[in-house]
């Protein structure tokens, strides 16, 4: 993966997120809307993924579109952003807060990622591929170790003829009432539009959630 970072090194707020290409064209903007909605400073990573579908994916799963199939990889990306992590490399006193966050199914790695380890303060999941086959029924049984998480969906998004990924609006609410059923400090934002709307504008909203509700 290649690193991008952002912002100031020294901040005790460190946003942790995978991208694609798409995502890194708009990591700027993404970056002035936390800065106005949150008025906080913080230091954004950003890992540019080699591939998608293998390296964001908890376990194998079968093609939804097209002929590529979901890999298992998002346990060696963790490890690489787990590295991010460590305060005692550092040559201050600093006591940082880590938030794991993304899109699409990058959204879906960061929940995943905050049920395998506790390093997270909160996770940021704009637009989470929780359509993906298995995975609410995997949050049942792994409980999420961070204080807070954000969820949101666009309100066309379940609106596809693919059967798999219509179940998006149906999971999105399932995986909402399993974090409540937690005590997780949690909310469910609805946003206009299909996934390919805004992506920039709700990571933004969903980083400055968990900002700001620790």
């Not at 079968?62 to 991010?84: Q, R």
């Not at 790695?109 to 086959?133: E, I, K, M, N, Y």
């Not at 219509?166 to 609805?190: F, H, M, N």
């Not at 539009?193 to 969903?206: I, L, M, P, Q």
């Amino acid at each position: 993966m290649k690193i991008f970072e952002y912002g100031d090194g020294t901040a005790e707020n460190i946003l942790l997120q995978p991208v694609d290409d798409h995502d890194l064209a708009l990591i700027e903007n993404e970056i002035r809307l936390i800065h106005a909605d949150t008025g906080k400073d913080f230091r954004l990573t950003a890992f540019l993924v080699d591939d998608w579908n293998r390296d964001l994916s908890p376990w194998k799963a079968p093609a939804v579109f097209g002929k590529e199939a979901f890999g298992d990889g998002a346990c060696g990306t963790l490890k690489e952003i787990i590295k991010y992590c460590d305060d005692d490399s550092r040559n201050d006193s600093v006591r940082r807060n880590y938030y794991i966050g993304g899109y699409s199914l990058a959204g879906l790695f960061a929940l995943w990622a905050a049920c395998q380890s506790d390093r997270f303060c909160g996770a940021a999941a704009a637009s989470p591929s929780v359509w993906f086959p298995g995975f609410t029924g995997y949050m049942r049984e792994h409980k999420i170790q961070s204080k807070s998480v954000y969820l949101s969906l666009g309100d066309r998004e379940e609106r596809t003829r693919n059967a798999v990924m219509a179940a998006v609006g149906d999971r999105i609410r399932e995986t909402y009432e399993i974090l409540q059923s937690q005590k997780v400090s949690c909310t469910l934002e609805w946003n206009e539009g299909n996934h390919f709307r805004d992506s920039d504008g709700r990571t933004a909203k969903a980083f400055s959630w968990v900002m700001t509700h620790p």
